[in-house]
Structures are given as structure tokens and as C-alpha cells.
Nanobody
Framework: VQLVESGGGSVQSGGSLRLSCAAS????????MGWFRQASGKEREGVAA???????TYADSVKGRFIISQDGAKYTVSLQMNSLHREDTAMYYC???????????????????????????WGQGTQVTVSS
């Protein structure tokens, strides 16, 4: 499985960016895909996630500003980021769940997870820098 992110870059505060992630070699019928970020010196945190059935989860810090979407037929996920703040500066990672989630959590959890432990596959990351 390979996840490839694109769309990062530099933007001024208040601006917008769109991240995309394409998964190859990924064929799970029940899955979630998500976006995480890691700022310098901080833990990796969940930003937004989407399940195959379209359910979404957002971190409180991005609700109302970020929108996650997917093209399920192609195993791609995008993150539209609006009204960016300096605090959104981080390396952004795409992630996808694996067999354990498919077998034990897809139906038992109401929403796609923002816990990094649920995800088995990770992209290399794309940098987002927001300046004032």
C-alpha cells in the first residue's frame, strides 16, 4: 500500500489550501482515511477523517474551516483547508486503516477515528506553512 500526498505549500493567514491523497494497492472494503498533522516539537494529532460510508470526524480546532472528502472508487481523499491560521502550520500526513480496523472497529465505532493507532498506512507527508 502506498499513500501519496500533494497540495502542501505556503500561504498567508486567512488563505486556503487543498491537500490530496491517493492510495495505491489498497483494496479494503471497509475503511477510514484521515489526515493528521505534526507541528515541530509536538505530537502527531488527528485533523479529519472520513469513512467509506461518508461519515466524517473533525478535530475541534478545524471544525468549520476544514472539509474532508473522498472519491471512494479511487481511494482518494482530499482536505480543503480554509481560513488558515499560523497554528495550522505543520507537516500533514494522509493515513488509511487496515485489516484490524476493518474487522473490529468499522461497525463498532460510530465515527471514523482520529486516533493514530487505528491507522496502519501512512504517507510521507506534505508541509503546510501559514504566515502572518
Amino acid at each position: 500500500v502506498q499513500l501519496v500526498e500533494s497540495g502542501g505549500g505556503s500561504v498567508q493567514s486567512g488563505g486556503s489550501l487543498r491537500l490530496s491523497c491517493a492510495a495505491s494497492g489498497y483494496t479494503y472494503s471497509r475503511y477510514s482515511m484521515g489526515w493528521f498533522r505534526q507541528a515541530s516539537g509536538k505530537e502527531r494529532e488527528g485533523v479529519a477523517a472520513i469513512r467509506k460510508d461518508g461519515r466524517t470526524t473533525y478535530a475541534d480546532s478545524v471544525k468549520g474551516r476544514f472539509i474532508i472528502s473522498q472519491d471512494g472508487a479511487k481511494y482518494t481523499v482530499s482536505l480543503q483547508m480554509n481560513s488558515l491560521h499560523r497554528e495550522d502550520t505543520a507537516m500533514y500526513y494522509c493515513a488509511a486503516t487496515g485489516a484490524n480496523y476493518r474487522d473490529y472497529y468499522y461497525y463498532s465505532e460510530a465515527s471514523p477515528p482520529l486516533k493514530k493507532e487505528r491507522y496502519n498506512y501512512w504517507g510521507q507527508g506534505t508541509q503546510v506553512t501559514v504566515s502572518s
